[in-house]
């Protein structure tokens, strides 16, 4: 379970204060996928970031008593002066999990050949993306943390690999995205919630929760 109590977040832009919560409740149980409608602007990184607890609140508790994932694409943890066989295995460690199973995973999802026995650093942004990407499916969360839905690379099998990946993945874990556009939502969540002006309003229904973000948009 992930659960928001009181909630709230705020920064100082240099000429107001941006409210990214205020005083918001919620909770995600493990079995039921949570998509959240928020327009561009609105604190849609900071409140992913919340969840897995890389951004402090300013006021209330988060609670969490299940396995989260970093966001899908962040690269903390990895160093770049390793390789991506390196960092698969020291990640897999901090983890508990098996270093060779995690190496060999994350080598067969980015296919970058002898890459991934070289510096991270020396990769193209896509390469990158691509190991990171691979190593959160690799890990096994509980839940999963998506920040407008899943990057699409250049590379065509790479997409077809990770999708298929993901969805089946999927089948036994619980994703939160944070978008704003309703569809990337409706094909991963059974439940909604909109973010606007620091509130997050709960719809029992995806239609619901469209209509309302469409009318309000």
């Given at each position: 379970?992930?659960?928001f109590?009181?909630?709230?977040?705020?920064?100082?832009?240099g000429?107001r204060?941006?409210?990214?919560?205020d005083?918001?409740?919620?909770?995600?149980?493990?079995?039921n996928?949570?998509?959240?409608?928020?327009?561009?602007?609105?604190?849609?990184?900071?409140?992913i970031?919340?969840?897995c607890?890389?951004?402090?609140?300013?006021?209330?508790?988060?609670?969490?008593?299940?396995?989260i994932?970093?966001?899908?694409?962040?690269?903390?943890?990895?160093?770049?002066?390793h390789?991506a066989?390196?960092?698969a295995?020291?990640?897999?460690?901090?983890?508990g999990?098996?270093?060779?199973?995690?190496?060999?995973?994350?080598?067969?999802?980015t296919?970058?050949?002898?890459?991934?026995?070289?510096?991270?650093?020396?990769?193209?942004?896509?390469?990158?993306?691509?190991?990171?990407?691979?190593?959160?499916?690799?890990?096994?969360?509980?839940i999963?943390?998506?920040?407008?839905?899943?990057?699409?690379?250049?590379?065509?099998?790479f997409?077809?690999?990770?999708?298929?990946?993901?969805?089946d993945?999927?089948?036994?874990?619980?994703?939160?995205?944070?978008?704003?556009?309703?569809?990337?939502?409706?094909?991963?969540c059974?439940?909604?919630?909109?973010?606007?002006?620091?509130?997050l309003?709960?719809?029992?229904?995806?239609?619901?929760?469209?209509?309302?973000?469409?009318?309000t948009a």
């Open positions: 379970m992930l659960e109590d009181n909630v709230s977040k705020s920064f100082w832009t000429t204060r941006k409210v990214i919560l005083r918001a409740s919620f909770r995600v149980e493990l079995g996928s949570l998509g959240i409608l928020a327009p561009n602007g609105t604190g849609k990184t900071t409140l970031n919340m969840m607890g890389l951004e402090k609140p300013d006021e209330g508790t988060i609670r969490r008593t299940c396995r994932s970093f966001p899908l694409g962040f690269m903390g943890g990895v160093v770049t002066k390789s066989n390196e960092n295995r020291y990640i897999a460690r901090i983890y999990l098996d270093p060779d199973y995690v190496s060999a995973f994350t080598r067969w999802l296919d970058i050949d002898e890459y991934f026995d070289r510096p991270v650093g020396t990769y193209s942004a896509g390469m990158r993306q691509r190991f990171t990407f691979a190593l959160l499916l690799a890990l096994e969360f509980d999963y943390l998506i920040d407008e839905g899943m990057p699409q690379t250049t590379d065509v099998e997409n077809r690999k990770a999708g298929a990946v993901l969805y993945r999927l089948k036994t874990a619980t994703v939160v995205i944070v978008s704003h556009q309703p569809a990337t939502i409706e094909k991963f059974r439940s909604a919630a909109i973010l606007r002006d620091g509130r309003y709960s719809f029992e229904s995806l239609a619901e929760a469209k209509q309302y973000y469409d009318y």
